[in-house]
């Protein structure tokens, strides 16, 4: 889940989410984070971090996980800043980009389209090349119920990103696709998505999206 907010100098703020990592993609000055566990009492740490770095709660109990963060911007001026809280790393994927997330487990191979080259004396019109910002949108956690469901078309997605829960019985299916407990499947679509599995089986799912 990304959560985007501003704080005033010095200024405090309280979170109420569950999670075991915690990303700092955006901010301007360090913030200092009290992390309530969910494990020992309601145990809290209290940490201070910048923008790119990454806190694992669970790093010595894999099940603990942060149910409430405290925020304070130690700056004297204005912090904008942009927070990723879930279940899994967040990684990022390229250098400068905006997106991050845990890939594991499946290659997708896509056609390849062969394009003839074009000499450069042949050109005889300016060549604009565009460049598509993307981020990383939480859908957050979806369960199967009966055994399906469908996950809707985005004319702004780029890709669909399906998460399997460590605690399901079995594979889901994506597509036909078989997705196993833990594993990420990331398919390059726009379009409507359909997922099987066993009944209530649990998948998270995420979506990287045009801005």
């Given at each position: 889940m990304s959560i985007e907010k501003t704080l005033s100098p010095n200024?405090?703020?309280?979170?109420?989410?569950?999670?075991r990592f915690l990303y700092i993609r955006k901010a301007s000055a360090a913030?200092?984070?009290?992390?309530?566990?969910?494990?020992?009492?309601?145990?809290?740490?209290?940490?201070?971090?910048?923008?790119?770095?990454?806190?694992?709660?669970?790093?010595?109990?894999?099940?603990a996980r942060f149910t409430r963060l405290e925020i304070q911007n130690l700056s004297d001026e204005r912090n904008d800043i942009e927070l990723e809280i879930g279940l899994h790393r967040f990684t990022p994927s390229i250098a400068g980009s905006d997106i991050?997330?845990?890939?594991?487990?499946?290659?997708?191979?896509?056609?390849?389209?062969?394009?003839?080259?074009?000499?450069?004396?042949?050109?005889?019109?300016?060549?604009?090349?565009?460049?598509h910002r993307k981020r990383m949108v939480s859908l957050g956690t979806m369960s199967l119920g009966a055994g399906k469901i469908s996950l809707p078309a985005n004319p702004e997605r780029y890709e669909l990103l399906i998460t399997g829960y460590t605690d399901n019985?079995?594979?889901?299916?994506?597509?036909?696709?078989?997705?196993?407990?833990?594993?990420?499947?990331?398919?390059?679509?726009?379009?409507?998505?359909?997922?099987?599995?066993?009944?209530?089986?649990?998948?998270?799912?995420?979506?990287?999206?045009?801005?």
């Open positions: 200024a405090r703020t309280t979170i109420l989410e569950v999670g913030l200092s984070i009290i992390l309530t566990s969910d494990v020992d009492q309601g145990q809290s740490v209290e940490i201070k971090m910048h923008r790119g770095e990454q806190y694992d709660i669970g790093e010595f109990s894999p099940t991050n997330a845990t890939i594991t487990g499946i290659t997708i191979d896509l056609p390849v389209e062969v394009v003839k080259p074009v000499e450069v004396s042949s050109i005889t019109k300016p060549v604009t090349i565009e460049y019985s079995g594979p889901v299916f994506v597509s036909g696709i078989p997705v196993y407990p833990g594993q990420v499947f990331i398919v390059e679509t726009n379009s409507e998505v359909e997922v099987k599995g066993a009944a209530a089986s649990i998948i998270f799912v995420s979506e990287i999206v045009y801005e």
